[in-house]
T-cell receptor
């Protein structure tokens, strides 16, 4: 079962920042926070991941609270092409452990509007 | 870099028939996953391979589903016999190792009538 809680849906105006929250209150010390998104009729696409420090790449920023019980994915300037389902996933990274697959929940359906 | 290739893109079969899906992962990726995504839900892992060995198949309905990854490259997922509830998108993903970023194919949409 997924160990994260996300809002079912969110709207965002084009050009504005989209802030997608995720709760993972039972996260363990060896678990990373991953974000994927899935555009309609496509497979999921990796966005970003982090352990405890904030992370930024060309797609997004990831803010993780100090207690690691929640995080926020930030798309700084949302475009219509960012309309998708966004999945927040906690994943252990013990490379010798078979239980490190990606376990998806229901995700947040982000609608970017003109 | 070529992505994960899957075929066919769409398949319609009658219940109790058999069907097979094919996946060609990104070159050099040792880990391969098959996921099932029912409409409106997130993907659910069916099976994970490391090279040609099975790492996790705990959620694979083994009475009707089977998967293999011969030579540690391409993989096939088979359903025999299909049920109406097997209607879903079947996604294949691959990564360099068990901890690596997973890259997904576009999926095969199966409709069982």
């Amino acid at each position: 079962d997924a160990k994260t809680t996300q809002p079912t849906s969110m709207d965002c105006a084009e050009g504005r920042a989209a802030n997608l929250p995720c709760n993972h209150s039972t996260i363990s010390g060896n678990e990373y926070v991953y974000w994927y998104r899935q555009i309609h009729s496509q497979g999921p696409q990796y966005i970003i991941h982090g352990l405890k420090n904030n992370e930024t790449n060309e797609m997004a920023s990831l803010i993780i609270t100090e207690d690691r019980k929640s995080s926020t994915l930030i798309l700084p300037h949302a475009t219509l092409r960012d309309t998708a389902v966004y999945y927040c996933i906690v994943r252990p990274l013990n490379v010798n452990n078979a239980g490190n697959m990606l376990t998806f929940g229901g995700g947040t359906r982000l609608m970017v509007k003109p | 870099e070529a992505g994960v290739a899957q075929s066919p893109r769409y398949k319609i079969i009658e219940k109790r028939q058999s069907v097979a899906f094919w996946c060609n992962p990104i070159s050099g990726h040792a880990t391969l996953y098959w996921y099932q995504q029912i409409l409106g839900q997130g993907p659910k892992l069916l099976i994970q391979f490391q090279n040609n060995g099975v790492v996790d198949d705990s959620q694979l309905p083994k009475d009707r589903f089977s998967a293999e990854r011969l030579k540690g490259v391409d993989s096939t997922l088979k359903i025999q016999p299909a049920k109406l509830e097997d209607s879903a998108v079947y996604l294949c993903a691959s990564s360099l190792g068990r901890a690596g970023e997973a890259f997904f194919g576009q999926g095969t949409r199966l409709t069982v009538v």
